[in-house]
């Protein structure tokens, strides 16, 4: 597995703002993935973090929105942009490490927009 | 791409008895199966996972059954206790060799003392 950490854990924003949400790994991983959980909700995939190039982003979701940097193997940045009160959400970090097929979820970080 | 159907929604069981939770898939190249049980404040933790070559999987309390045909898995867990009460959420793949993974919108489970 892989022990993974994001910061922050939660935050509360005002709108109009920007916040940055870091996810740490501690080995080199494949594949790193943000996704989103909307209160109550299941998750939904925002992108694949690409070590070294762009992003790729799913349907729905724009690199204006929600730029995302993958410097090394180890950890990414998304940062959600111009938050309005329906961006409240949790975002959630993931790595596929690359052995099996399994990918491990970090803590996640709760965020409100007020 | 795929889609991943989940049922129930919640579920409410008596300490001991037996909780099964079901999910069909939409796309046929799929080949991995994994299962998350989301506590109330945490991320998603990996319990258990099926791969399209195995028809059942184990692991002390909790097993997993597919059915490639039907295009359905579930997962079992028997004897349930209090901390077993958390959110359940099954994936799937999308399409043999793909890192992503299509959830299913979650079974709230609630184990009664």
């Known amino acids: 597995s892989a022990v993974i950490s994001q910061k922050p854990s939660r935050d509360i924003c005002q709108r109009g703002t920007s916040l940055t949400i870091q996810c740490q790994v501690d080995?080199?991983?494949?594949?790193m993935f943000w996704y989103r959980q909307q209160p109550g909700q299941s998750l939904t995939l925002i992108a694949t973090?690409?070590?070294?190039?762009?992003?790729?982003?799913e349907s729905g979701f724009v690199i204006d929105k929600f730029p995302i940097s993958r410097p090394n193997l180890t950890f990414s940045t998304l940062t959600v942009s111009n938050m309005s009160p329906e961006d409240s959400s949790i975002y959630l970090c993931?790595?596929?490490?690359?052995?099996?097929?399994?990918?491990?979820f970090g803590p996640g970080t709760r965020l409100t927009v007020l | 791409g795929e889609n991943v159907e989940q049922h129930p929604s919640t579920l409410s069981v008596q300490e001991g008895d037996s909780a099964v939770i079901k999910c069909t898939y939409s796309?046929?190249?799929?080949?991995?199966f994994p299962w998350y049980k989301q506590e109330l404040g945490k991320g998603p933790q990996l319990i258990i996972d099926?791969?399209?070559?195995?028809g059942e999987k184990k692991d002390q309390r909790i097993a997993v059954t597919l059915n490639k045909t039907a295009k359905h898995f579930s997962l079992h867990i028997t004897e349930t206790q209090p901390e077993d009460s958390a959110v359940y959420f099954c994936?799937?793949?999308?399409?043999?060799?793909?890192?992503?993974?299509?959830f299913g919108k979650g079974t709230k489970l609630s184990v009664i003392p």
């Open positions: 796309d046929s190249a799929s080949n991995y």
């Open positions: 973090a690409n070590q070294g190039s762009e992003a790729t982003y």
């Open positions: 080995s080199q991983v494949t594949m």
């Open positions: 994936a799937g793949n999308s399409g043999a060799g793909s890192y992503q993974l299509t």
């Open positions: 993931s790595v596929f490490p690359g052995t099996y097929d399994e990918q491990f």
């Open positions: 099926i791969r399209s070559n195995v």
